[in-house]
Structure formats: structure tokens, C-alpha cells
């Protein structure tokens, strides 16, 4: 069985052709039917595995002043372009109003102002974005919790939905999300209205943005226009619980 | 003269692993390409410049080949969990089966011919005889480098890098340095690893490609005979 000359060129073949297979392999997999749905079952692992790890009420952590970023990224949307956004901007969100609807006692609509006036928080924490980079800002907003008080939540309610008025698509497809209840009642889970100590600006979701400190960013929607208590993600768009989620991002963005 | 080298659940474990982990670096620089820039401490906005900037890595080496993140962290987060899981059946197979006791653990003879082995890898004079079947000190050294540091070194700057596990125990993420240091530890012990498997895979080749992978894939090893020097390696 000594290696002989043609052994060897035998095997570097089958080596560079066994690379070549797993290259077109693995795109193959990606465009499969079936395959990212067997790669997705990770997910509910990571998701079982944190929530056993991570307790219910766990903080994000946070930090101090010095910390702050000097300049707070702006991802995704920037300005949302529709005329109903720009009419409550331009009268600087004097006609806003936050809807809270579904499985709830008491749907609300209010104004800036009571939002601003329900029991809040400031924290500064790490913004995590699911491309990879970190900024550091403070936020200050209304405990989505005290909003759900006043809402009173049916008992089959299992998600908080988040509607928002920047158009994702050239359809006008309006940016989505959703959370959990544990994640709703969150000591640090904010519809935030202020950023570094001025008003949220419209780069960053203003008149209003989720803060859900133990996600990824794009949990965090911007331009959160109602809040909707659902029993399921059936006839949320795609159905799987957000915009991005719909596009293969995952719906528990703990990692 | 024939042997027994590697037991059956070393060698699916093996191939199990060396699977994972092409996928995770693959999968793991599609991820990178997001935003190809590394940074120290806790943010990336911090004021102070990047530690490194790339153009992003060509696609020919990214898993999926074309830009697709969402599709990337599905192969990274999911063969994640293989090579935990597969890492985790080692360690205890090894442990249970004194493989790591007896196989992987330098003697006290190991330790007093380092110097000479050393040189003799750099010379690529390498062991026959009954020398051949037993690991050899650098051998030992570098897998318990690569299974008891650089592998729970990449799992724990993984995990320092979810959002969700940050808020374990506070603060922890800070003995990495912060989020962005445990993303850029976790990017060196990536190619460190790189480095390992190249200098592995060139070392196999050298010491006799087809009779090593044998012994990998159906246990089979064949002694190689004494050097012509008469040296008793």
C-alpha cells in the first residue's frame, strides 16, 4: 500500500473535486425547499438554551456617559419616505397618535405627550446590530409594561406587534416586528422618545422606537406607530413575525 | 507492519469536526462581510478607528458564495451547535476512555525531547517505527492547545457576543474586553485555527497522506520502517 505517484494525484483530485462538491453543495442547500428550514432548528435551541440560561428579568448592561457613542448609527431606514410620515413630521409629531389594538380590554390612542407621561426609564446600553457593530447610546422612553397596564392584555395574547411607517419595498411594505410577553414586561424594554437627552430624531425611529436590550437591532422598529396584541403571527405578513424575519433572519435575535 | 490507530469514535468525531468547522469559517466570514471592520472594547462607534478594515473576503470562501447574511448565520448558528455538541462528546469520550490521558498528555521523555523534535519537524524528519504510532510532543501540545483553548476560546467570544447571554452574569463580557474585542478575538482564534488545520493537513501530507488518511477514516495504520540512519526516532 506504499503512496504511489498516482495514489497521490488520485487523492489531490478527489480532495479538490470533494471542495468543489461542498462549495456547489452548500449553495445548492442554501436555495433548497427543505434545507434552511433543518438549519433554522438551531434557532428554537438557541432560544430554549438562552431562556434557560438567562433569567427572565436578567439586565442588559449598562453604562455610563462616557461611554456614549459620539454619533449614533443610523441603519436601515434614515427618513421614511411616505406622505402620511412626512405630514406628522412636519408638524413635529403634534398629530401623532400610538395605537394600542388587538387582544387587549382597552385599546388606546395616545399622543406624544401621554406616552411621554407614563412611567419610563433612562439606561445607557449597547446597541448590538446584526451585521456585527456595536454603538452605545442613551435612551429615555415610556416602559412598554406600563403601556400593556393600561391596555390590559387578553390572556391569549402571546406577542406585542409592532407597526411602523417606513415603507420597506418598492410595494410600500410597512417595517413589522414582534416580541414576546416575557420581552414585552422587560425592566429595560422602552418605546423610546429620547436619544442622548434630545428628542428621538428621525434617523434614529423618531417620534418613537422599541428598545428590547437583549436582541439584535432589527428587533428594535423604528417609527412604531401602534402596538397589536396578537394570540400568533398568522396574517403578519409573511408570517413568521417581522419584516427581516420574513426575509430568513431569525425571530429570536438573542445571538 | 499493520495497526490499530484511531478508535472508531475518534475518527466519526474527527470528520464531524473538521465538517463544522470548514462550514463555521465559511459561514463565519459571510458574516464578517456584513461589516468587514474590526474594533476594541465594547462599541464600534467609540470615537477611535477601527482595528482593521477590509474590502470583505471573496466569495469563493464565504458560505453562501454571494452576499446573504441571513443565510450565513443559518449555517453558522446551527453548525455552531454540532461542533458543541460533537466537542463536548469528545471531551467526555476522551476523558472515559483515558484517550486523552494516555494519548494526548506529554510525558515526562516527551517534555526532555522537545528541543529535538522541534527540530527534526523543521528539518520534516519525521518518527518511524513504533515512534510513528504514538503522537509526538509538538502533536500533543497543539491538540490540547487547539481542544482545551482555541476551541472554548471561539465558543465563549460567541457567545460574548450575544446580546442575550451578555445579560447572564453582568459585566462578564468585559474580562474579553467588551462585545467588539470578543468579535475581534473571535475573528483571531478563527484563522488561528485556519493556521492549525494548514499546518495539520501539511503535516499529514508529508508524513504519508494516503497510509495517515487511512488510519483516519478505517483505523488502519502501517508502521513506516526505520529511517535509513538508523536513528530510533
Known amino acids: 500500500m506504499a503512496a504511489t505517484p498516482e495514489r497521490r494525484r488520485f487523492l489531490l483530485r478527489a480532495l479538490a473535486a470533494g471542495g468543489a462538491l461542498l462549495l456547489s453543495g452548500c449553495e445548492r442547500l442554501s436555495r433548497s425547499a427543505w434545507f434552511p428550514d433543518v438549519l ?50 412636519d408638524r413635529d409629531f403634534a398629530d401623532y397618535r400610538l395605537e394600542v389594538r388587538g387582544l387587549v380590554a382597552q385599546p388606546l390612542s395616545l399622543t406624544l405627550a401621554e406616552v411621554r407621561a407614563l412611567p419610563g426609564r433612562t439606561q ?46 418598492a410595494g410600500g411594505t410597512l417595517y413589522y416586528e414582534s416580541i414576546d410577553l416575557d420581552d414585552a414586561y422587560h425592566e429595560q424594554t422602552l418605546l423610546a422618545y429620547e ?52 426575509q430568513g433572519y431569525e425571530w429570536y435575535a438573542g445571538i | 507492519m499493520m495497526q490499530r490507530r484511531h478508535s472508531l469514535a475518534v475518527r466519526v468525531m474527527h470528520w464531524i469536526n473538521a465538517l463544522a468547522a470548514v462550514l463555521l469559517l465559511m459561514s463565519g466570514l459571510q ?37 446573504w447574511l441571513a443565510m450565513g448565520r443559518r449555517w453558522h448558528l446551527f453548525f455552531a451547535w454540532v461542533l458543541v455538541a460533537n466537542g463536548l462528546a469528545y471531551l467526555a469520550y476522551a476523558i472515559a476512555s483515558r484517550h486523552l490521558a494516555r494519548d494526548l498528555v506529554p510525558t515526562r521523555g516527551d517534555w526532555r525531547g522537545i528541543g529535538r523534535s522541534i527540530a527534526d519537524h523543521l528539518r520534516l524528519r519525521h518518527p518511524a517505527g513504533a515512534a510513528a504510532g504514538r503522537y509526538n510532543v509538538l502533536q500533543k501540545l497543539a491538540y490540547l492547545a487547539v481542544i ?17 447571554l451578555d445579560s447572564v452574569v453582568p459585566h462578564w463580557v468585559e474580562l474579553l474586553g467588551g462585545r467588539q474585542s470578543a468579535r475581534t478575538l473571535h475573528f483571531i482564534c478563527a484563522w488561528t485555527l485556519a493556521a492549525f488545520v494548514a499546518v495539520h493537513v501539511f503535516e499529514v501530507a508529508v508524513t504519508g497522506l494516503w497510509n495517515n488518511l487511512r488510519s483516519m477514516i478505517t483505523g488502519r495504520y502501517r508502521l513506516p520502517a526505520e529511517s535509513r540512519d538508523g536513528r530510533d526516532a
Not at chain 1, 456595536?134 to 409594561?145: E, N, P, T, V, Y
Not at chain 1, 437591532?217 to 412604531?224: F, Q
Open chain 1, 124 to 169: 445607557i446600553t449597547r446597541h448590538d446590530c446584526v451585521e456585527g457593530w456595536s454603538a452605545i447610546g442613551k435612551w429615555k422612553g415610556a416602559r412598554l409594561a406600563a403601556l400593556l397596564a393600561l391596555a390590559r392584555p387578553h390572556p391569549e395574547a402571546r406577542y406585542v406587534v409592532f407597526r411602523c411607517a417606513d415603507p420597506m419595498d
Open chain 2, 148 to 164: 482545551f483553548v482555541l476551541l472554548p476560546l471561539m465558543a465563549i467570544t460567541g457567545w460574548a457576543m450575544s446580546p442575550g
Open chain 2, 31 to 67: 458574516i464578517f462581510n456584513a461589516h468587514p471592520a474590526l474594533y476594541w472594547g465594547q462599541s464600534s462607534y467609540s470615537g477611535r478607528p477601527p482595528l482593521l478594515e477590509l474590502e470583505g473576503f471573496p466569495g469563493w470562501i464565504t458560505i453562501p458564495g454571494e452576499q
Open chain 1, 195 to 246: 436619544l442622548n437627552g434630545a428628542p428621538l430624531p428621525i434617523a434614529n425611529g423618531a417620534p418613537l422606537r422599541l428598545r428590547v436590550e437583549r436582541q439584535l437591532g432589527y428587533k428594535m422598529a423604528k417609527y412604531v406607530m401602534a402596538v397589536e396584541l396578537v394570540a400568533s403571527f398568522a396574517g403578519i405578513g409573511g408570517g413568521k413575525g417581522g419584516y427581516w424575519e420574513d
Open chain 1, 40 to 89: 433554522a432548528r438551531a434557532e428554537r435551541l438557541t432560544h430554549a438554551a438562552q431562556r434557560l440560561v438567562v433569567g427572565r428579568a436578567a439586565l442588559a448592561q449598562e453604562f455610563t456617559e462616557a461611554d456614549i457613542s459620539p454619533r449614533f448609527r443610523s441603519n436601515g431606514t434614515a427618513e421614511p419616505r411616505s406622505a402620511a410620515y412626512q405630514a406628522l413630521a
